[in-house]
Structures are given as structure tokens and as C-alpha cells.
T-cell receptor
Framework: AQSVTQLGSHVSVSEGALVLLRCNYS??????LFWYVQYPNQGLQLLLKYTSAATLVKGINGFEAEFKKSETSFHLTKPSAHMSDAAEYFCAVSTNNNDMRFGAGTRLTVKP | EPEVTQTPSHQVTQMGQEVILRCVPISNHLYFYWYRQILGQKVEFLVS????????KSEIFDDQFSVERPDGSNFTLKIRSTKLEDSAMYFCARSTGPDSGNTIYFGEGSWLTVV
């Protein structure tokens, strides 16, 4: 079965600083990988996804993630954090069996 | 792509009561899911539903849970006898299917409070 591990339940950055949220996956078959964002009291919104095309994936709101098979990683980055980026971020993995498993989430705090 | 729409957005129920959570009709979607998120915790898979059948379910989805999509209408999650620990946000979701990378789109959630 596939799974993801998010390193760091809480990340705090200053406004304008680099955002790096870590995700490592485990899968016995080629995975599909996703990042979702959850703003307070809202549902899950898809940020970006990797589906075996380009390894560097660009998403909404200036976020991007790079699939690295050798490291089994799919870290999420943004060059310059904005106050509006404060939210919970979930990494997720799925395969052709058509289900999805989520990581525990990383809460991003952006300081002014 | 449009997300699914869920009702109710918030429900408070007495312990032991039955609860039904709904996704409003989306006639051309085939893959459906229910996930839940207990306050402050991770999103947990409950069940996947394809072609009017359960395709996979987690250990959380025990006998008190059931899903159905009668006549291609609302996709529902029923909890027969609610417990305090069922209090959570329940997300209905749909996917584009394995040919499109299994991207799952979530509804806004139904917040269930069991008292």
C-alpha cells in the first residue's frame, strides 16, 4: 500500500522568505502525487499534481514541487511567502487502484 | 473542474442517532469517495465507490457506516448509530479516474458534531 510522510507538522517562515514543505512517499508502483491546501474552516483545494509527466510541477499561487524518484520525495516550495499562504498543507499519493492516502499535514505560519 | 457540493454544511446530533450526509446530484461522475478529518488531525480515507459499488474501504468504515447512490442521484454516507468519536468534518470527493492521474476533487465538507 502507498503512503506519504510529511516532515514537520509545523513550519514558520517570514513573509518574503522561501517556503519548503517536505513530503516523502512510499509506493510499490509508480505513484501519482498531490499537494492540497486547506485554509481555516474550508475544504481541500488542489495545489498541484504529479502524474508521470514533467518532474517539476507548477501549481497555483506560485507553488511548485519536484518529483525525485531517487529520494522518493515530492517537496513543495514557493520562492517568496505571502501572508495569505498561511494554511494547512497535505501531501497525498495515489496509484492506479484509484484511491488516495494523505500525509498528516503541515501547518504553515507566515510571520510579518 | 467543479467540486462536489455537500449538504448539510453542519449538523449536530445526539449520540446514538442516525445521520445521513449527502453529495448533491452529479449525474456524469463515476468515482466517489468519503474522507473524514477529525479536528486537528489528518484527512482519513473511509470508502471509495465506483459503478454503484464499494471498491475499497478502510478499517474505519465499519458496520455502522454505509454508502449508496440510488438511481444515480445523491451519493450518501449514513452513520447508523453515531458515537462521540464520529465528530469530524466529512468530505465527499470525486475523481477523474485512473486515466487522468486519479486527481480527487473535494467538496467543502459536512461538519458533524455528536453530543
Amino acid at each position: 500500500a502507498q503512503s506519504v510522510t510529511q516532515l514537520g507538522s509545523h513550519v514558520s517562515v517570514s513573509e518574503g522568505a522561501l517556503v519548503l514543505l517536505r513530503c516523502n512517499y512510499s509506493s510499490s508502483v509508480p505513484p501519482y502525487l498531490f499537494w492540497y491546501v486547506q485554509y481555516p474552516n474550508q475544504g481541500l483545494q488542489l495545489l498541484l499534481k504529479y502524474t508521470s509527466a514533467a518532474t517539476l510541477v507548477k501549481g497555483i499561487n506560485g507553488f511548485e514541487a519536484e518529483f525525485k524518484k531517487s529520494e522518493t520525495s515530492f517537496h513543495l516550495t514557493k520562492p517568496s511567502a505571502h501572508m495569505s499562504d498561511a494554511a494547512e498543507y497535505f501531501c497525498a499519493v495515489s496509484t492506479n487502484n484509484n484511491d488516495m492516502r494523505f500525509g498528516a499535514g503541515t501547518r504553515l505560519t507566515v510571520k510579518p | 473542474e467543479p467540486e462536489v457540493t455537500q449538504t448539510p454544511s453542519h449538523q449536530v446530533t445526539q449520540m446514538g442517532q442516525e445521520v445521513i450526509l449527502r453529495c448533491v446530484p452529479i449525474s456524469n461522475h463515476l468515482y466517489f469517495y468519503w474522507y473524514r478529518q477529525i479536528l486537528g488531525q489528518k484527512v482519513e480515507f473511509l470508502v471509495s465507490f465506483y459503478n454503484n459499488e464499494i471498491s475499497e474501504k478502510s478499517e474505519i468504515f465499519d458496520d455502522q457506516f454505509s454508502v449508496e447512490r440510488p438511481d444515480g442521484s445523491n451519493f450518501t454516507l449514513k452513520i447508523r448509530s453515531t458515537k462521540l468519536e464520529d465528530s469530524a468534518m466529512y468530505f465527499c470527493a470525486r475523481s477523474t479516474g485512473p486515466d487522468s492521474g486519479n486527481t480527487i476533487y473535494f467538496g467543502e465538507g459536512s461538519w458533524l458534531t455528536v453530543v
